[in-house]
């Protein structure tokens, strides 16, 4: 393995760029490195969970830092041909039978596959005070985080995004929880769904969260308070395709997936991870890549030997 901190032109021909370096293009780069594919993975470090600083649901990785577990990640590839860029992608478009990914600082390199694991960006509703707090008391995904703060209060937001399933999913975890509407009224159906759960709401303006030794403090209008042990909430997201734009002609790469593993309607260009059709999960995504690693090398081994390998399946029908 190397990490190459240099920017000295790169003109080799690598068989697969991989963009993202988290559990998808990590994993996705140990199949194709035990394939015995040359591999470039260009990571620019920002990671959708980077603020919560650990990871679970992970067998053998269940608590594991990010940093601590990216670091032993790279060093096991180190067996294999792959190469690592701590970079920016600027730009991944097809030129006749390659694929050339231009970067912020280490210039331009080819390719004849793309693997996109880019993620996915979370947008925070503009509360004041969440930001602050994401990733510590403030938490998406339940089975990630719920154990750590079981049986404490929990309040969950609904102001920006329905929640109401992701508060009937928490009971397993805490019998006291308040379901946050933030001014925003509820329909009917979401009400009901709360009801049922047993989850009372509070109707209130959030004001602020603020940091409390307990989990956190809600401020709402009028000056009343609220402590709780920790928030939930569902978030918007973003996916993180500038690169592609100009290539993909689509908002999204799960719109043009054509099967579980990974490959896409636009040729040489391969997804993993939350960009594609996979549960937004650490060891979900880590499967995501390994399988769109074996469907690169297919795809290579057709290529370079017609006939081999029967054809892949045909793209599932538009959904």
Same mark, same amino acid.
């Given at each position: ?72 990640? =790279?060093?096991? &590839?180190? @067996?294999?041909? *792959?190469?690592?860029?701590? #970079?920016? !992608? %600027? ?99 979401? =009400?009901?769904? &709360?009801? @049922?759960?047993? *989850?009372?709401?509070?109707? #209130?303006? !959030? %004001? ?112």
């Amino acid at each position: 393995m190397d990490t190459q901190p240099d920017t000295q032109p790169d003109t080799q021909l690598y068989d697969t760029v991989i963009v993202g370096g988290g559990p998808a293009g990590l994993g996705g780069a140990l199949y194709l490195g035990r394939s015995r594919r040359r591999v470039l993975l260009i990571d620019s470090g920002d990671a959708r969970n980077m603020a919560a600083g650990v990871m679970h649901n992970v067998l053998t990785n269940d608590g594991a830092t990010i940093a601590d577990f990216r670091a032993r990640s =790279r060093a096991q &590839l180190a @067996a294999y041909d *792959v190469t690592f860029r701590d #970079d920016e !992608v %600027v730009s991944a478009e097809p030129d006749g039978d390659r694929v050339v990914v231009a970067t912020k600082e280490s210039g331009t390199f080819r390719a004849r596959t793309l693997l996109y694991a880019a993620g996915v960006r979370s947008v925070l509703p503009p509360v004041p005070g969440l930001a602050d707090l994401w990733g510590t008391a403030v938490f998406e995904c339940p089975y990630c985080h719920a154990w750590e703060v079981r049986d404490r209060s929990f309040a969950v937001y609904g102001g920006a995004v329905p929640s109401e399933c992701l508060a009937a999913t928490l009971t397993v975890w805490s019998d006291t929880l308040t379901y946050l509407t933030d001014r925003r009224e509820l329909p009917r159906d979401e =009400r009901d769904r &709360l009801t @049922a759960a047993g *989850v009372p709401v509070v109707t #209130d303006q !959030v %004001v602020e969260l603020r940091r409390h030794p307990e989990g956190l403090e809600v401020l709402f209008a009028g000056g009343r308070t609220a402590r709780f042990g920790a928030m939930f909430l569902h978030l918007d997201i973003e996916p993180r395709i500038a690169p592609l734009r100009p290539w993909l002609e689509a908002p999204d790469l799960e719109s043009v997936q054509t099967d579980e593993r990974g490959r896409t309607s636009l040729h040489r260009l391969y997804v993993a991870g939350d960009l594609g059709r996979n549960m937004q999960q650490a060891a979900m995504a880590a499967a995501s890549g390994g399988l769109a690693g074996m469907a690169i090398n297919a795809d290579l081994i057709r290529e370079d030997r017609p006939g081999s390998l029967p054809e892949p399946p045909p793209p599932t029908p538009d959904r």
